[in-house]
């Protein structure tokens, strides 16, 4: 039998060997990759279960009523979530409203009319915009935002919408600044560069022919935006706006300083209100360990991780219906 030269046999040896690093190579980077992704999903239970597990007490003591009861008096021991899920609600709803018009205006704008310097100019200020703390926001909103809606905003809405029908209920009130619309306006202003951002890469990277197509076919840039862009970049654009939200469901600071802090359930939009993270970082400091008021900010933190995952599986759903379509 012919035997092998032996510098064809060591060729067959470093190979060998080169194989089996890399094999192990990939078990070890498997391995690595399984242990980070349960570790995200160990993490996740584990704050829902210290959620639950502390606000215990509290859904015990109230029941279902919690959801629905608009009392928060520490005295008496009467908690209810009813006023903070709603001005949770309300403010996200204000923050979306103002932000994602914005936003998408901004991202077709830099990518589709701005000269190359300047939109690079202003790209990099979007991004510098959200790297901002929230308490910086805050004070900017409290010194700035909120005398600028009393003086002149909300009594100009007041006069001229005050009286309309339907709509007229949310803006009236007296001018007080602070309140459910200048909390949502500070989260518009929060959460548009991180959706503003996510909007810039998508168009970037849709593929030049199909734009270039519409408008060698006589496409106005509104008809290329709105049957070109969007339906190619819709479960990116969803994306983008579903991290705005669960930006502005968990803002705690910048909304504290411009809210009012006022346990009290209305649509007024300019009237004082609070959120779930601006009451449990106002009243968390103060709580008791095992006290019942402990266990209900507890509980209202639960229930913020509900509304989280609520949110996020409907924008699952309406992706996958869109997909369908």
């Not at 503003?196 to 970037?204: I, K």
């Not at 190619?232 to 300083?257: D, H, K, N, P, Y």
């Amino acid at each position: 039998m012919m035997e092998l030269p032996s510098s064809l046999a060591a060729h067959d040896g470093a190979v060998s060997d080169k194989n089996t690093r890399g094999q192990w190579g990939d078990a070890l980077f498997g391995m690595v990759a399984r242990l980070a992704g349960w570790s995200l999903l160990a993490v996740m239970a584990g704050i829902i279960l210290v959620l639950v597990w502390g606000g215990r007490q509290a859904f015990l003591a109230f029941g279902p009523a919690f959801l629905t009861s608009t009392a928060w008096n520490p005295i008496s021991h009467h908690f209810g979530a009813a006023t903070s899920i709603f001005g949770t609600l309300v403010t996200t709803a204000v923050a979306l409203v103002f932000a994602v018009p914005f936003a998408f205006g901004v991202a077709f704008w830099l990518v589709e009319m701005a000269p190359p310097a300047l939109a690079r100019f202003i790209e990099t200020a979007v991004q510098l915009l959200a790297a901002v703390p929230s308490i910086i926001f805050g004070m900017w909103g409290f010194f700035i935002v909120v005398p600028f809606m009393a003086h002149h905003v909300e009594p100009a809405a007041t006069h001229y919408l005050g009286h309309v029908p339907g709509i007229g209920l949310l803006f009236r009130g007296a001018p007080y600044g602070t309140g459910l619309l200048t909390g949502g306006i500070i989260l518009a202003i929060m959460v548009t560069p991180f959706i503003c951002s996510v909007m810039t890469d998508v168009f970037v990277s849709i593929p030049a022919v199909l734009k270039e197509s519409a408008f060698g076919l006589g496409a106005t840039r509104w008809e290329v935006m709105r049957q070109v862009v969007l339906p190619w970049s819709r479960q990116a654009v969803m994306g983008g706006i579903m991290l705005g939200t669960g930006r502005a469901l968990g803002e705690t600071m910048a909304v504290t300083f411009v809210i009012g802090n006022s346990n009290r359930l209305g649509w007024l939009l300019f009237a004082p209100g609070n959120t779930i993270a601006s009451l449990i970082a106002l009243e968390f400091p103060e709580s008791a360990a095992g006290s019942l008021k402990l266990s209900a900010l507890l509980a209202l933190g639960a229930i913020l991780m509900v509304i989280s995952f609520v949110t996020l599986a409907c924008s699952r759903i309406f992706l996958q219906r869109g997909a369908v379509n």
